[in-house]
C-alpha cells in the first residue's frame, strides 16, 4: 500500500489548493469532507474525481469492501500520512476522509419552479445555510449574484449536503435578471409588507440581499412584491439565512 507522507506531494499540493478559490477556479472542482458528506455526495451522482483517506488499519479494511468500491467507482484513491492529510484537511478534528467533486456547470436558465436569488451574501456560512434550507425546503433552483463561492470548503459544510441537491447558477445580475425575466421576484427587505398575511403569486422567486446592505438596487428595481418579517422589541433585523429560511417556508405553506 503506498501511503503519501509529505505535504510537498504533487498530488497533495493540489488537493490542499483546493481550500482556496483560486484553486477551485484552475482545476474545477471542490473539497468534500467527512464519512457523512463524502458518502452523500456519491449518493448523489456528483463525479468525485479523488478520494484522500487517512492511512490506518481501519480504513485500509474498509477499502477492501464491495460497498466501497462500488460507492466510489473509477475515483483515484490515495493514502495519506497524518501530515499530508492535515495539509489537506480544512477540519480542525479531520474525520480521515477527503473527496475531490467536479463542479457541475449550470448556466443560468429560466427555472421551473418557484427559486431563490441570493444578491450579494458574502458571508460563505450564510450561502451554505441557506442552500441547506432551500434544498429542505424545495427550492432547488437558486441563482447566485456577486455571492461568496457557494464550493468554498465552509459552505459546503454550512449547506450539509444542500450543494449536491440544488441547481446553483452563478452570474452577473444582468445575466441572472434577463433569465429571470418572467417571473415574479418577491425581495426581502425590511420596509415590506407583512409576509404573513400576503398571498404569493403561484410562481415566483426569493430574493435575499447582502447581510449588511440588503438588495441590489438592480434586484430591488425589478420586485414585484416586498415583503418582511415582523420584529417584536428592539430587534432590527435577522441573520440572512435565518431570514431566508422564515420566508421560503412560509411562502411555500401559502401555496399548499
Known amino acids: ?3 503519501i507522507t509529505s505535504k510537498h506531494n504533487p498530488a497533495v499540493k493540489e488537493l490542499a489548493s483546493l481550500k482556496e478559490k483560486k ?14 458528506m463524502v458518502r452523500e455526495c456519491a449518493e448523489s451522482g456528483m ?5 484522500a483517506l487517512l492511512a490506518s488499519e481501519e480504513r485500509f479494511a474498509l477499502a477492501e469492501t464491495p460497498s466501497f468500491r462500488d460507492r466510489f467507482g473509477p475515483a483515484t484513491l490515495l493514502w495519506l500520512g497524518e501530515d499530508a492529510f492535515q495539509a489537506v484537511s480544512d477540519e480542525k478534528t479531520p474525520q480521515g476522509i477527503v473527496a475531490e467533486v467536479k463542479i457541475p456547470a449550470f448556466p443560468p436558465v429560466p427555472p421551473s419552479r418557484s427559486c431563490l436569488l441570493l444578491d450579494g451574501l458574502a458571508d460563505p456560512a450564510n450561502v451554505g445555510a441557506v442552500i441547506r434550507t432551500a434544498a429542505a425546503a424545495g427550492y432547488r433552483e437558486i441563482y447566485l449574484a456577486g455571492c461568496a463561492d457557494p464550493y468554498s470548503p465552509k459552505s459546503v459544510r454550512a449547506s450539509m449536503s444542500g450543494v449536491f441537491y440544488t441547481r446553483l447558477m452563478g452570474g452577473s445580475r444582468e445575466e441572472i435578471l434577463r433569465v429571470l ?12 409588507e407583512d409576509v404573513f398575511p400576503f398571498v404569493p403569486p403561484q410562481t415566483f422567486c426569493l430574493c435575499i440581499g447582502n447581510e449588511g446592505n440588503g438588495l441590489s438596487d438592480e434586484v430591488r428595481g425589478r420586485a414585484a412584491f416586498t415583503v418582511a418579517i415582523p420584529m417584536e422589541g428592539k430587534v432590527e433585523s435577522l441573520n ?5 429560511g ?5 411562502l411555500k405553506r401559502k401555496k399548499e
Open 1 to 3: 500500500m503506498n501511503v
Open 23 to 36: 484553486g477551485r477556479r484552475e482545476r474545477g472542482t471542490f473539497l468534500v469532507e467527512g464519512d457523512k
Open 47 to 51: 463525479e468525485i474525481l479523488r478520494v
Open 181 to 192: 425575466g418572467g417571473v415574479p421576484l418577491i425581495a426581502a427587505d425590511m420596509d415590506g
Open 240 to 244: 440572512a439565512a435565518v431570514s431566508a
Open 246 to 250: 422564515i420566508l421560503m417556508y412560509e
